[in-house]
Each structure stands twice: as structure tokens, then as C-alpha cells.
């Protein structure tokens, strides 16, 4: 079996995250690493290879700059099997339209794989869209958010925890799965992980590689473009009170009746 | 006018509170169209609301081979529409499944896709609130016909009839739509509050709480509030995670946030931090919450809220 873990390099949202003159995300300047919620998938994929006797394939697949390499080799350290980095100046300021592209693509040539899974969302963008878009650009079933997922035989059950009900979807292989920060605590890499990820192998692709043409991607071909971005003004802080014999209280609900709550 | 449309958020054919404010969203753009997608005998009860809402027209779509299947059924139906319909937008509820139909929809009309927004103008320039909150970001969709998710609570639902003309569809599935199955699906059972993305109001607990939330909830319940939670609280089994808010959770933006024994880390400023009026209850005066207050009280939530909600009765 082979499985396919998309990975992303995101900056690190404790880091300040910020914009470049152009409204694209900051990639270069700000410390990144793998998002942690693509962590959750790389645990998953882990455990899909430990539940079975037979044969898996781990490769953590990224798309981004240079440094992005660094996400892929977190999921080796971590215990993938493999890595590819889809590196090429001419993806920078892509959509998610155009990474799904590279991705699905990325996936075509990785080849004969059973298994796409992803993370709920990247800390950055946060769109949760590309799990989606990969299922409709590989024309495969989408098992998507699960809370819990699981292999029976040639299929994959993911729990899916909605508003008004939770729901349990099943699809055959090959799909597309993606997986929650509910789905189990992830891994950290022990030191022989991180010994032996080094010896792992890590091939990186350029767009021609895949037969994506340059001109397909990238920020002036995105089909929707930022006008805009201000930083939101800090908000300042108000009035604090420290509770005395029940003073907290009374203040608090003036304060609720003076703006019209109660 | 151009049509906008509008996919239906709705449990059964009873239409949720997000749908309406599409609507009034819509009317800015064009002319609203809403595409409901359910069972046919529901469709006229639906219709019904959506017009007093706005709709000028409504799509009504069987759904005898959507339902049982996850998402790309859907995605085709508003395909068809859309194809039928040329419309000037398309817009659907920021809820989990509605950004993953937008998601599809996009690469099959080969359009620009944006999510989460907080507001859409009259041109389609839309809103969003990035970065845990820490930065707002105009944007525009450029190529085809522009899709966007929009966040419960954007704006107000506007009553004032519509049209509401029905117009039957008949949507063709694939079957290559039909391959994730919903095999078993568990009702939530009905909290009797509001919904946690739609309230006005959100009292919400954490790790202060120690796992009780009984004087969480009477406050929620004498401000006539949703209940939320922090991560903190969810991970430790006190509460489910339909109800967390923050990075991982739920977005909420009410007119008031109450935020109990819940420090504050940016996972759940991420959630919160554009709700209009904040508070906040806890013990450390150092907690980073107290730095986004409207009103903080330094003090045990365990003592604070009882009193402030006998009071709260009291003034009733």
C-alpha cells in the first residue's frame, strides 16, 4: 500500500506571522515549520502502516520554498518512508487552486497511490479547501475531517464530527482522507528517528518535472487576488477589577447592564 | 439582474439562521437565488422561509441521490445550477462541509475560490479576518464566477418577501460522486441553546473551570448564550468538540464573549478575538486574556459567575 502525506511549511504562529509588499504570506522571513496540524495526518499514515502486516509506503509530499524541506523531514524523522519537496520559484504566491494542481499532479507521478491524507487545515492560510480540491482533481472519493479513521480491508471509515449529527463515512481505496485534531495525539520524533531520517530519501521535483507549466501557477495566475491587508489594531485593554467579598460580581453585571446586555 | 446563488443551510427542510443572512448578503450583489437541496416534500416549507427572507427564486433539487454521500454530489448539483443560472456569485455557508463543496465547485467551474469571509460588498470585494485575528484582508475573486464562503454572523438577516418563485431542477449525479457513503449518522442531541457559531452572546469555560461547567452554563443560560469551550476543556473530556473554540475549533464573533478560567493562548484568540465586546474571569491576573478586555475580573469564576447570575436573575 502506498500512502501520501501532504505536508505543509507554515510560519510559525507564535512568530508573528506577517505579509510581504505583494499580500503574500511571509515564507522566507519568519521562522517556519510543519504545520501542526499535518502532524496529526503523519501520525495517522504511521498507524495505517503499523495496523497491517503488509507492505506501506509513507512519502510526506510538500510543495513550497526551499526551506520547506524542513516539513518533509520532520515526517521522516517522525517515521515516514520517503519525502518529495515540489520546489520551483514560479510557485510562489499560488492559491490553493493552483497547489491542488501541483499536489494532484505530484501525486500522479509518485504513482499507484492508495492513499492521500491530509491535515484538517494549514495554520496559516486556513481554508480546509485542498483535501477537496485533490479528491475533484484526481477524481477520487473524499473521506475528509475525519475524528477517527480507520482501514477495513480495501476501505477507509473516517468519523466526522458535525454540528447537528456525527457521522461515520466509508469510501474504497484510492481516496482521499483527511483528519482532525481530534484523530490522536501525534508522535515526536525519538532520536533514532531523527538518526534515520537522515538516510531517508528526499527527492525534490521541479514544475517540469511534473509537467505543470510555469504559467499555470503562481501569484499573477491566482483566480482571486488580495486587495488589501491591514494589521487589526491591538486591542487595548479595558477595565480590570480583582474581586473582593463578591464586588467582582455586581461589577461585572454593571458592567453588562451598562452596554445594554441584560 | 444577475442571479446569486445561494446554497441552503438547512436540517430536514427546516432552514438554519446563516442561510438568511446569505441572503441579505446577496441582495447587495444581484438577485437572490437560493438552491435547495432536499427532500421534495419539504421544499415548499423551505421555499416559503427563504422568501420572506429575500429569495426571488428557488432552486429545488431532489435529493434522493445526494444524500447518503459526502460533499461531491452537492458540489455537481450547484455545477448545474450554476451552469443553467450564469450567475454573478456564488455563496455558501463557512461551515465544514460548505468549504469543501466550495472547494470542488471552484476547480469544476474553474473558479476563484475565497473563504471565511466576515463581510461581502455590493462589487464582491470581500473581508477576511487572517492571522488568529490579527490582520483584516480585502480580496477579490478575478477568474470566473466568484465563490464565497461566508462566516454565520456577517451580517443581519433581512426580512422582506422575495419572489420566491420555485423552479424544479433536475440535477444529473455521477457516480464517481457517489464513492464516500455515509454509513451511520448520530443526531446531536438539541442543547435547547443557541448554536455556538450563531449567538449573539457565548459564555464560554476552560481549565479554570476544573471541569465543572454548571456556573458556566447558568450564566450562559440567564444571558440567553451559547456554551464554548477551550481546548484546554475539550481535550480533558469535559466538553465535546462541537463546542471548542479557536484555531481548531469553532470561529465565533458575538456581540459579547464571556471567557471563563481561559488564559488566553493564541489558539484561542485565533476563535475569538473579533467578537465585539470581550470579558473575561479568572484567577491570574497575569493571563494573556486580560489583554484583549473589554472588562476583566481577577478573581474564582466558581464565586464570581453564581453571584453574577443570581444578580443577573434578579434585575430580570
Request: net charge negative.
Amino acid at each position: 500500500m502506498n500512502i501520501v502525506v501532504c505536508v505543509k511549511y507554515v510560519p510559525d504562529a507564535t512568530a508573528d506571522p506577517r505579509f510581504e509588499s505583494d499580500n503574500t504570506v511571509d515564507r522566507v522571513g519568519v521562522d517556519g515549520l510543519l504545520s501542526e496540524l499535518d502532524e496529526y495526518a503523519v501520525e495517522q499514515a504511521l498507524q495505517l502502516k503499523e495496523g497491517t502486516e503488509e507492505e506501506v509506503t509513507v512519502t510526506a509530499l510538500t510543495v513550497g520554498p526551499e526551506k520547506a524541506a524542513d516539513a518533509v523531514r520532520k515526517a521522516l524523522q517522525m517515521g515516514a518512508d520517503q519525502g518529495v519537496h515540489v520546489s520551483d520559484e514560479a510557485i510562489a504566491g499560488s492559491d490553493a487552486i493552483a497547489t491542488s494542481l501541483v499536489l494532484a499532479k505530484a501525486v500522479e507521478k509518485i504513482g499507484s497511490v492508495d492513499v492521500v491524507l491530509c491535515g484538517m487545515a494549514s495554520t496559516d492560510g486556513a481554508m480546509s479547501v485542498v483535501p477537496a480540491m485533490l479528491a475533484e482533481r484526481l477524481g477520487l472519493p473524499q473521506v475528509t475531517l475525519g475524528s477517527r479513521i480507520e482501514r477495513k480491508e480495501n476501505q477507509i471509515a473516517a468519523q466526522r464530527d458535525g454540528d447537528v449529527s456525527t457521522d461515520v463515512v466509508i469510501g474504497a481505496m484510492p481516496l482521499v482522507a483527511s483528519v482532525t485534531d481530534q484523530s490522536g495525539e501525534a508522535r515526536y520524533p525519538s532520536f533514532k528517528g531523527i538518526m534515520a531520517a537522515k538516510k531517508k530519501p528526499l527527492e525534490t521535483y521541479s514544475l517540469g518535472d511534473l509537467g505543470v507549466d510555469a504559467g499555470q501557477v503562481g501569484l499573477s495566475v491566482a483566480w482571486s487576488t488580495v486587495e488589501t491587508t491591514t494589521e487589526r489594531p491591538p486591542r487595548t485593554a479595558g477595565e480590570i477589577v480583582k474581586d473582593e467579598d463578591g464586588s467582582g460580581a455586581t461589577a461585572l453585571v454593571e458592567f453588562l447592564a451598562s452596554k445594554k446586555f441584560i | 439582474m444577475s442571479e446569486v446563488l445561494v446554497l441552503v443551510d438547512h436540517v430536514d427542510g427546516a432552514v438554519r439562521k446563516p442561510t438568511y443572512e446569505l441572503l441579505a448578503i446577496a441582495k447587495r450583489i444581484g438577485s437572490p437565488s437560493a438552491v435547495f437541496i432536499g427532500g421534495a416534500d419539504k421544499a415548499e416549507g423551505a421555499a416559503g422561509d427563504l422568501a420572506k427572507f429575500g429569495a426571488e427564486k428557488v432552486y429545488v433539487v431532489d435529493d434522493a441521490e445526494v444524500k447518503g454521500f459526502l460533499v461531491a454530489p452537492k458540489a455537481e448539483v450547484l455545477q448545474q445550477v450554476a451552469e443553467a443560472a450564469s450567475p454573478a456569485a456564488i455563496l455558501i455557508v463557512s461551515s465544514a462541509e460548505g468549504k469543501e463543496i466550495a472547494g470542488r465547485l471552484a476547480i469544476k467551474l474553474g473558479s476563484g475560490l475565497i473563504t471565511d469571509a466576515v463581510d461581502v460588498a455590493a462589487d464582491g470585494t470581500t473581508t477576511q479576518s487572517v492571522f488568529a485575528g490579527n490582520y483584516t484582508v480585502q480580496a477579490k475573486v478575478t477568474t470566473g464566477t466568484p465563490i464565497i464562503t461566508v462566516k454565520p454572523n456577517s451580517a443581519a438577516a433581512e426580512e422582506g418577501a422575495g419572489a420566491g418563485t420555485v423552479e424544479q431542477f433536475s440535477a444529473t449525479i455521477s457516480d464517481a460522486a457517489k464513492g464516500a457513503r455515509i454509513v451511520a449518522s448520530n443526531p446531536r442531541q438539541a442543547s435547547g441553546r443557541p448554536e455556538l457559531a450563531e449567538a449573539a452572546i457565548v459564555v464560554s469555560g476552560g481549565r479554570g473551570t476544573g471541569g465543572d461547567f454548571s456556573s458556566v452554563e447558568s450564566l450562559a443560560d440567564a444571558l440567553g448564550a451559547a456554551v464554548g469551550a477551550s481546548r484546554a476543556a475539550v481535550d480533558s473530556g469535559w466538553q465535546p468538540h462541537t463546542l471548542q473554540i479557536g484555531q481548531t475549533g469553532k470561529t465565533v464573533s458575538p456581540q459579547l464573549y464571556v471567557a471563563n478560567g481561559i488564559s488566553g493562548a493564541i489558539q484561542h484568540r485565533a476563535g475569538m478575538q473579533t467578537s465585539k465586546t470581550i470579558v473575561a474571569v479568572n484567577k491570574d491576573e497575569e493571563a494573556p486574556i486580560f489583554e484583549l478586555v473589554d472588562f476583566g475580573v481577577v478573581g474564582d469564576l466558581h464565586s464570581v459567575l453564581p453571584a453574577a447570575t443570581a444578580e443577573i436573575e434578579k434585575r430580570k
